[in-house]
Structures are given as structure tokens and as C-alpha cells.
């Protein structure tokens, strides 16, 4: 048997690796492939929920002003159980999210395909498992169950 | 006179086996004897972490135990995926492409969210001192049996819709958004996605796997993460009558021996399982409802599931975990699983789902802002 | 020992035997009589299916009978507002002697102005209405029975409505990291009286139909004492300084349900409520 092993590529790979299956296609029904936002701002709410968190922050209008968006995150508890509280992210904190507007264009939502520091970190380290595929070089393997 | 000989004999052992390995003791020659509750049946107590690398089924080309080096191998490669996904990006990114970030499965070719979310699971589960390639033991392929003509006819059209392999990020069946009762039962908030709260209970290979298990004589009951739900398992009991339907089913348990047996009917008619690919080699079982008009044409699958599951505590901090599925209206035969539940000293946390489901309206109010754009095209 | 020495010297034993029992059987507050039934550890066992039997779900405070939750002016006094007016005897508010020692709620005088804004916007802002986790204490008295699962080293209380839980921990693992619906509960022993301090509220939950609530500040500190086999003397105290102007104690008897097949059913009611929070989001929505 030919041991497989997982094929790295950043980008996509982590990124697929990063969706949850509330259903399948929850994503894509939410957020709108047309609609690509990056958005710098101070956080000036944080709701510590589920099925999501919610990071609302303050985003500078290209005409002036300000509007707050709310970024959608994923489940908090695998954090909290990293330690991570309610006061992890104060408010006012700085992040710069690059992201997909929520289909519905009167809301100002977005779901955070990245959430990070203006320096670019990550705004948390996560566990240390991942859902990478197991191998995504083999165009022949079967998908099972089908 | 005898208890206390056999207490002496499980600590001395017990000491004897710990110095070999901290590893679950059974498998390795001598029979493991549980710690006992005051009635005399085993303690299955505990908080237990179901994450796992170990699929569902077995994929391609794999055989069903991995060698030492194999798990070394796969568990430091997912190791250092992980860790990239940590590595910072650039603070000057652009915005992601229009059009979509090619991202497949739930991701929806937007992208989903960063890793840091996720706690999935690193290590595969080791079952007798093999590590596993699938949780399914039977068929002995590791694959689940074939669906009966009548299931893949009803699931057709969940079938046919992309597979992660070619999502375009929208399900395509047509009323999947028109009403919420058509969105799954994790985007509703009804259950946990996956088979969270089982059963049969499956790693979702997400997050959240967590499963607390509080025992007394004549009810057991399993905390399962999501959706808080609870599933009360009564002691020697008869089963609900048939008309009497619940989401996770009705669970009456005995003990075989020092194994706990739980035979779980009377699931919602309008449930369906059936297990979907989320990634290359990674099956999810799903559980949905199925619509009214549906529901009534296909005369509700959900009703002949029978669920089997037996819990054998085999060390101090694990439990074997196993399950046979039996649904004449979906699989041709009965299947088998297994897996370990080791134990975690994390606590469950609230999972309230309904109370802030910001998503499901999202996803509703997106599907009419596209029907509306639909029409004046 | 002479006769009479021996005589008076029996009766002294007696008598000091006798006082010595006088003691043992006078009951040490707190400690429940021989028909609770305990646990291998020697304490009272909690496990069984309870129910509260009171209106307080209604209103926690005394109240008389009123048409309905949400009312309007009508020509000779209340009425019930249109969108429940088809409902009609069945949405009237029963009378109630509350549940409250002292029947006073001490509220802020800012907050007092926010329980009457809920009052007047009941159907918006009660979260049992759209079927949310009920919170601590409402979830005890609640019209439907929840199971108490008691064992040597944990013990979880299931609610038939919404399927709320709570597994309360014998050992304080420290402050909350989040605040969530149903809280934090960490539980002791005081004599044969578990005693359940909840803390880490969010602010969303209400204690009854009536608007009143609480903030994020909330502190609740329970007390359970089986005093029969069938029944539970429940106290709770509650104490929110950005609400009240000091802490007060609400107590109740919880009844052990009787049937043989006494069990807790289905009730999410998460399902119940779809029509009313997205049907205007429907493909074809329906008249509302």
C-alpha cells in the first residue's frame, strides 16, 4: 500500500480545512463570491456565541464616516477551553479582516476567511488539530458513500 | 472478603500495567477491571473528547490498522498543516477574489473562517492497541454497505448535489432555501450538525466533540456538546410506543456483563442519515429532515432506525465505543462502528444555538435578495 | 451499691440516657428524615423527575387574575391586545400568591422603568417567546418537569423545556470564561442541603412573564433540601447590584412526579417558533 501522504498548500488547503459543515453549502448560501470586502478597523463589540461568534467593528465609509460591520467567526468554545475569556479581545483592539459580503447587500455582514492583527498574526493559535484532507493528490480516489 | 481481594488485585495490577504504558490497558493481556458505582456496575462516568483523524470509512488504498511509523507519519504531517494555517498573513492583503476563493465543500467558495476556530482532532483512535483507518469495522472494508434502491431514490437529490470536489458554494436543489424547515437540522439549530447528538455519537471532525456521561442505577445520561442536548437513557425499561417520536430517539439500556447496551427506535420519521464527503477521505454522516410532502410520499425513513451502542469502560481515562446502525429503508445490511472515547479533563461549555442564530436569517434573507435579482433579470 | 443508691443511680442513667436521645432525635436544621433516600455517600439523592406547582412563571410577585400578558386600554379598563385576543380565556394571566419572601422586588429606580417598558412590550422582548434558554431561576418554575441525574460525582439537571441543561460542578473550576443562558453552577454541600451558586449570566433571560429581569451582574445562589420522598424545599437568592438595591430570596416546594413512566419528552420548541422568527423570510411567505 502506497502511504499517502497530505499534500500541503497554503491558501486553499487551510482554508478548506477551516469550514465548518453546519450543512454543507451554509456558506456559500450566506456570503456572496461577488462581493470580496477588506475591512481595518478597532473592535467595538464582540458576542461570544453560538453557532457563531460575532465581531462587530468600525470601518471608515470611502465618503467619510463610519459604519460597523459584523464579521461572523466560528464556534467559541474550542477557544475557551484554550483559555481564551470574554476579555480576550478588548474593545478597541485594531484587526483587518478580508472576507464576503452576506449575500442579503443591506446587511453590512461578512464572514472572516481571515481575521488578523494589522501586523498580519492570526488573532488566535487554535488547536493543534486540523481537518486537512487526508490526501488531495490522488485525482482517482473515490469518494465514498456516494 | 472477595471484593476487597479483587480491589487489591486491580490496584496491584493496575500499578504493574502503569508502569508498562499509560496507555488504555486492555488489549494487552490481562483483563482490565473497571472501578465500580455503589450498585455494582461499572463507572462510565467522565467528560470524553471525541475527536479523531480516524474517518468514518476507510479511504482508498488504506488498510485498516496503521503501523507505528504510518501514525507518526500522518499525525506530524496534519501536525504541520496546522501549523501553517497559524502563520501570519500579510497585513497589507488585498481582498479575496471576486468571484470566489476556489475554497470547496461547506467553505462555499468564500473561504468559511480561519483554522484557530477548529479543534478537530490529531491523533487517530487506537482501538486494542491499533491505530484505525475507519470507525467502520463492518463491512470489514471499512465502507459502508450499499443503500437500497428505495434510499437511493429518495436521497437522489441530496446525492446529486456537488460534491466538494466541484461545490460552487450554493446548493443547487431547487427549494433548498425557500423555507427554513428545508435547511439541514444544524443550520436550524435542532440538533448539532453531524450525528452530534447521536446516535450514533460520531467525531464531527470540527469542533465541540466533546460528551459527558453521569450514571445511577436506573438512568444514565450523555451530555452531548451540541446542542445541549441530553439524551436520558432509562435502565430496563420498554421503549416509547411507536407513535411517540423524539429527535435523538427513545434510549432504554441494560448492562451485559460490565458492557452497557443502549437500543435506541422511535426516531423522528422525517430524518434521514446518510453520510456525505467533506473533504477527500473524510465522510460526515449527516442527519437532515426531509420535507412534509416528501415526507409523506417516502412514507418517513427515520422510523425503522434502530441504533445499538455498547460502552466498555477499558482504562482509567478511555471508553470503547461501539454501534451497529440497522435501517433496512436506507442500507442493505446492518453496520458496525467503533472508536475510543478518551477521557478529558476540559469542561462542556453552552452551546446555545437558537439564541443567536444570526446565520440561518442570513441565509434566508440572501436566497430572497437572489430571487429578487432572479426576476428582474 | 445499696438498693436505693442502685435505684437512683438507674434513674440518672435514665434520666441522661433520655436527654441523650432528646438530643439525637431533636433534627439538626437541614438534616432530612428517614423517608429521603440517600445516596452511598450519605447524602440525600436528588434523582428523580420534579415540577414546580405554582403561576410563577406568570408573575414571581402576588398578583390577581388579569385578561392577558399584553394588554391595551379598552372602554372599562384592560383588554387584550388584537394579536392575542383570539386566544381568549386561554391567554388570560392567573392569580398567582407569588413566590417572592416579602412579595417586594427592589429594583433601581431606572431599572423598575425598564421592567415596565418590558411589561408594555411583552411579546418583543420575552425570551420564552421565541422559545430561548430560560436562565436560572425561571428554569425551575416553568410549568414542565425537569429530571435531576444524581451520582456519587456529578450531578446535571435536564429541563423539558428547550431542552435546557445544567451540569453543575461539585468543583469550582473559577470564573466563567463567557457569559451564557443558563450560567455557571457550582455546587456544595451544606449539611443534607445542596446548595448551587450560579454565576456568569448573560443578560438575556427574564425571571417570569411580567418583564422582570436582570443585568450580566446576576448572582444566584440556590438551596435544595429533599424533606420528603416526594418532595424539594427550593430557595433561591438573588442578588444583581445593577438592578436591585439589595439581594432577595424567592422560595418554592418542587414535587416529585408520581407516574410510573414519569419522563421528559421532547419539547426543543425551536421548531415551534420558526414561522413566527423567519417566515417573513419564506419563498412564499404566508399572511401574518
Known sequence: ?146 | MRRRLLLVTILVGGLALAALSPAPIAGQGQAYSPPRLADGQPDLQGTYDLATLTPLERPNGMNAVLSREEVAKLEGAVAAVVALGARPSSGERAAPPKGGDGSRGAAGNVGGYNSFWLDPGSTFTMVNGEARTSIVVDPSDGRLPPLTPAARQRLGALLARPSAENDPGLDPTPGAYDDPERRPLGERCLLGFGSAAGPPALPNYFYNNLRKIVQTPDRIVILNEMVHDVRVIRMNAQHLPSHIRKWAGDSVGRWEGDTLVVDTTNFNADQIRYVVAVAPGRTLMMVESIGAEEQDRLSGPGKDLHVIERFTRVGEKALLYRFTIEDPGTWERPWTGEFTWPATDQPIYEYACHEANYALENILRGARQRDAEATKR | MSHLAAKVASTLVAVAAGAMLALIAVPVVGQAPASVPRLATGRPDLNGVWQALNEANFDIQMHAARPAMALRAGPHGQVPVASVLALGAVGAVPPGVGVVEGDALPYLPDALKTKRENQANWLTRDPEIKCYLPGVPRATYMPYPFQIVHSESSLLIAYEYAGAVRDVFMKDPGPAPVDSWMGQSVGRWDGDTLVVDVTGFNDQTWFDRSGNFHSDALHVVERYTRTSRDVIAYEATIEDPKVFTRSWKMSMALYRRQESNAQLMDFKCVEFVEELMFGQWRKNPLSR
Open chain 1, 1 to 146: 500500500m502506497r502511504m499517502k501522504l497530505p499534500i500541503v498548500a497554503v491558501g486553499a488547503l487551510a482554508l478548506t480545512a477551516a469550514a465548518p459543515a453546519m450543512a454543507h453549502h451554509a456558506f456559500g448560501g450566506e456570503f456572496d463570491s461577488t462581493r470580496p470586502v477588506l475591512l481595518k478597523g478597532p473592535i467595538v463589540k464582540v458576542e461570544w456565541v453560538n453557532p457563531h461568534t460575532w465581531i462587530h467593528m468600525e470601518v471608515k465609509k470611502p465618503d467619510g464616516g463610519t459604519e460597523v460591520w459584523m464579521i461572523e467567526g466560528g464556534s467559541p468554545n474550542s477557544l475557551l477551553r484554550q483559555g481564551i475569556t470574554k476579555n480576550s479581545l478588548p474593545i478597541g483592539t485594531e484587526i483587518v479582516v478580508d472576507g464576503y459580503q452576506a449575500r442579503d447587500h443591506t446587511l453590512k455582514r461578512a464572514n472572516g476567511r481571515n481575521i488578523t492583527y494589522p501586523d498580519g498574526r492570526k488573532l488566535f493559535f487554535g488547536s493543534s488539530g486540523t481537518g486537512a484532507p487526508r490526501d488531495g493528490a490522488d485525482p482517482t480516489e473515490k469518494e465514498p458513500g456516494r
